[in-house]
């Protein structure tokens, strides 16, 4: 199994997920949401080879832990991907929104600096300001906009400027969410969780979960099951070569 991203240190029982995760997943992304909780993580979990974990600064906490934004260029120097990054742009968040735009802005020039970095971005209400940011620092490096609920216009926007999407099981909760999934470019598409925040049938969606983004994907592309998890697997593969992961890359298919 694959998950492009996944919050595997915040679940309840964390280190039982993470050692689980690391016997079914071939690759696991987990994004951290502040630098400081990358230092903490990474030294609790240790390195394993299928697991990348990348130091981030969530838009949502951005406002309250800006102070760390320092600490989050030093470690992108040194970091194959930074995530999870981006910006929030619903009301709830309106009062850090220039905070958030300054981390994000400051983290996607200094990826930009040091060559290139895959981002795994939070964009919800704020898909025009990321890309905009995107545009100004074009060797950011790999862009991964993590479920995806801009709107189909952005979404052209997004593909045309080369972004790939991390799709899980919760993005198909809404109406507007099945919608959307229709039209993702399909080879540009790999599977996440965003567990545990993101929920199905009131249970945390697991790293694992492949098999049910599968599945809800094969309903909204109208495609054969096989089809998909085949296009989901080959689209893992392209991406984890272009970001260096070979290891992970080749013992997919
Ligand atoms: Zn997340």
Redesign the pocket.
């Known amino acids: 199994m694959i998950d492009f991203?996944c919050?595997v240190d915040l679940y309840p029982k964390a280190r039982a997920v993470h050692a689980e995760a690391l016997r079914r997943n071939v690759f696991t992304w987990l994004?951290t949401t502040s630098p400081k909780a990358f230092q903490a993580t990474s030294s609790v979990l240790g390195h394993h080879e299928s697991m990348l974990i990348s130091p981030g600064l969530h838009p949502e906490i951005a406002g309250d832990r800006f102070q760390e934004l320092d600490i989050l260029i030093e470690l992108i120097d040194s970091a194959n991907a930074v995530g999870?990054v981006g910006l929030d742009g619903s009301k709830r968040y309106a009062s850090s929104y220039l905070k958030q735009k300054q981390v994000f802005a400051t983290a996607v020039k200094r990826c930009h600096d040091v060559g290139g970095r895959a981002l795994s971005i939070?964009s919800r209400q704020a898909v025009p300001d990321v890309l905009t940011l995107l545009r100004e620092f074009p060797d950011h490096g790999i862009p991964v906009f993590?479920w995806f609920t801009g709107t189909v216009s952005e979404l052209k926007a997004a593909s045309a400027q080369g972004c790939w999407f991390s799709i899980g099981p919760a993005a198909f909760n809404s109406a507007a969410g099945k919608a959307l999934a229709k039209k993702l470019p399909k080879e540009k598409v790999v599977p996440e969780s965003?567990g545990p925040?993101a929920q199905l049938d009131d249970q945390p969606v697991m790293p694992w979960d492949f098999e049910i983004t599968a599945s809800l994907l094969s309903k909204a592309w109208a495609m054969p099951l096989i089809d998909v998890q085949y296009q989901l697997i080959s689209n893992a593969k392209v991406l984890l070569d272009q970001m260096g992961r070979t290891t992970a890359a080749a013992s997919l298919i």
Do not use: Q, T
């Open positions: 991203h919050h994004v999870e939070h993590h965003d925040f």
